[in-house]
């Protein structure tokens, strides 16, 4: 089923491709332009939005061994991930039951986190195995002091957890089948080769421009060129879209050569696997996912933006992932240089820009900013982000078991 949509969705573009056509939105559409500066929205958005909703915390190659572990905050929650021996990954607060004091901090791989306030012991899955002195501390039952469990979820490659332990929403509604799809990135094995982190403008600010092909050859003429494409047609899932440009040709790299391939003249199950993942896989409320070749070897960059501690602030780690890790000197050059331009064409054009929009936009003196109907990404993304914002926990259940039902008869 989900090969057929993929097959399907790329059918689709070479038609509007070779018709000179795109999907358009009924209308252009306004946004309040307070929705990015207002402060009082912006804490409601991550307390009902990121505090509620299962986010994609982790590409699964960069937990790839039995003990491995990650420790993060998300929008003041501390987390912690952890590989388990059996292979499947577990979600925690990262919070000492005792104190409270978080029990893990970067990365690593351990069986075991030790408090460093008390010296009390946790097992990896989350077992409370040790409290320090215990003859004076006194008698507790163990088995109820446990690090507290998130809801936590594992599929195509990716890691998604939910921040909120008593959620009932179940992450594979929430996906609406998404995650399906994404197994055609055949993520599962792939070598984490780099990651780090930039700091951006307010968090819906830099997420427009993951849904927004019109700037390509503008804002990008210096990196990407300016005949770049500017055209995106959208398919959605639930709030989750995928973008990418209508054309009967695709782009295939092998080796230091790059091939046209004509797709129409390509029966289904010819088409590569990479061209039909091609143009940028958005996960709402803060992922997105692009497939790039460093150096002819297939990677992508997996962008995870998080809301800052203020409403003009925002950070995105970006983890460049590869379908093989590189080991010569010439193919690491490569994915490296890839990595790097890509730095640059987000943290100097992008956010760079998005700042600079956001410091615009608290003057106050801009009452809405414009999606036109060529922007029908960012249309669906906004009615998404206020939809969810405002819903309660029974209406969020309701709309996701609907979604997933309605995409599933599809």
């Given at each position: 089923?989900?090969?057929?949509?993929?097959?399907?969705?790329?059918?689709?573009?070479?038609?509007?491709?070779?018709?000179?056509?795109?999907?358009?939105?009924?209308?252009?559409?306004?946004?309040?332009?307070?929705?990015?500066?207002?402060?009082?929205?912006?804490?409601?958005?991550?307390?009902?939005?990121?505090?509620?909703?299962?986010?994609?915390?982790?590409?699964?190659?960069?937990?790839?061994?039995?003990?491995?572990?990650?420790?993060?905050?998300?929008?003041?929650?501390?987390?912690?991930?952890?590989?388990?021996?059996?292979?499947?990954?577990?979600?925690?607060?990262?919070?000492?039951?005792?104190?409270?004091?978080?029990?893990?901090?970067?990365?690593?791989?351990?069986?075991?986190?030790?408090?460093?306030?008390?010296?009390?012991?946790?097992?990896?899955?989350?077992?409370l195995i040790g409290v320090?002195?215990?003859?004076?501390?006194?008698?507790?039952?163990?088995?109820?002091?446990?690090?507290?469990?998130?809801?936590?979820?594992?599929?195509?490659g990716l890691i998604w957890a939910t921040l909120d332990p008593a959620s009932t929403l179940d992450i594979a509604d929430y996906l609406c089948g998404y995650d399906e799809l994404l197994k055609a990135f055949e993520f599962d094995g792939w070598h984490l080769f780099s990651q780090r982190t930039l700091a951006g403008p307010n968090w819906k600010t830099a997420y427009d421009g993951y849904l927004d092909f019109y700037h390509l050859p503008v804002l990008h003429k210096d990196t990407f060129g300016a005949d770049f494409y500017n055209r995106a047609n959208y398919f959605a899932f639930g709030p989750h879209q995928r973008l990418s440009t209508p054309s009967q040709f695709a782009i295939k790299v092998s080796g230091d050569d790059d091939q046209k391939l004509d797709i129409n003249t390509m029966a289904d199950d010819q088409i590569p696997q990479e061209v039909l993942v091609q143009g940028v896989w958005t996960i709402f409320p803060h992922i997105s996912i692009a497939s790039f070749y460093g150096g002819g070897l297939r990677g992508a960059m997996i962008s995870q933006l998080f809301p800052g501690a203020t409403v003009g602030e925002s950070y995105t780690t970006q983890f460049y992932v590869m379908e093989h890790e590189p080991t010569d000197e010439v193919a690491i050059k490569a994915a490296r240089d890839?990595?790097?331009?890509?730095?640059?064409?987000?943290?100097?054009?992008?956010?760079?820009?998005?700042?600079?929009?956001?410091?615009?936009?608290?003057?106050g003196l801009m009452k809405e900013v414009l999606f036109g109907r060529n922007e029908r990404g960012g249309q669906v993304f906004h009615q998404w982000v206020d939809k969810l914002t405002h819903a309660s926990d029974a209406e969020l259940k309701d709309i996701f078991a609907r979604e997933r039902e309605a995409i599933a008869a599809e």
């Amino acid at each position: 089923m989900a090969q057929d949509n993929l097959v399907s969705m790329t059918r689709s573009l070479v038609a509007h491709g070779m018709a000179g056509t795109m999907e358009l939105a009924d209308e252009v559409v306004g946004i309040p332009a307070a929705s990015y500066t207002d402060p009082d929205l912006f804490e409601l958005e991550k307390k009902q939005i990121f505090r509620r909703l299962p986010l994609m915390v982790a590409p699964s190659c960069e937990l790839p061994k039995p003990g491995d572990y990650k420790a993060l905050d998300i929008c003041g929650v501390p987390l912690l991930l952890t590989r388990q021996k059996d292979g499947t990954v577990a979600a925690f607060l990262n919070m000492c039951t005792h104190r409270g004091n978080p029990v893990a901090a970067g990365t690593g791989n351990a069986s075991r986190f030790t408090c460093g306030y008390h010296g009390w012991t946790f097992k990896n899955d989350g077992d409370l195995i040790g409290v320090a002195s215990p003859q004076d501390f006194g008698v507790i039952d163990k088995a109820a002091h446990c690090l507290t469990r998130f809801p936590v979820y594992e599929n195509a490659g990716l890691i998604w957890a939910t921040l909120d332990p008593a959620s009932t929403l179940d992450i594979a509604d929430y996906l609406c089948g998404y995650d399906e799809l994404l197994k055609a990135f055949e993520f599962d094995g792939w070598h984490l080769f780099s990651q780090r982190t930039l700091a951006g403008p307010n968090w819906k600010t830099a997420y427009d421009g993951y849904l927004d092909f019109y700037h390509l050859p503008v804002l990008h003429k210096d990196t990407f060129g300016a005949d770049f494409y500017n055209r995106a047609n959208y398919f959605a899932f639930g709030p989750h879209q995928r973008l990418s440009t209508p054309s009967q040709f695709a782009i295939k790299v092998s080796g230091d050569d790059d091939q046209k391939l004509d797709i129409n003249t390509m029966a289904d199950d010819q088409i590569p696997q990479e061209v039909l993942v091609q143009g940028v896989w958005t996960i709402f409320p803060h992922i997105s996912i692009a497939s790039f070749y460093g150096g002819g070897l297939r990677g992508a960059m997996i962008s995870q933006l998080f809301p800052g501690a203020t409403v003009g602030e925002s950070y995105t780690t970006q983890f460049y992932v590869m379908e093989h890790e590189p080991t010569d000197e010439v193919a690491i050059k490569a994915a490296r240089d890839q990595f790097d331009f890509l730095e640059i064409v987000v943290r100097d054009e992008d956010y760079k820009t998005g700042k600079r929009q956001h410091e615009a936009l608290q003057s106050g003196l801009m009452k809405e900013v414009l999606f036109g109907r060529n922007e029908r990404g960012g249309q669906v993304f906004h009615q998404w982000v206020d939809k969810l914002t405002h819903a309660s926990d029974a209406e969020l259940k309701d709309i996701f078991a609907r979604e997933r039902e309605a995409i599933a008869a599809e």
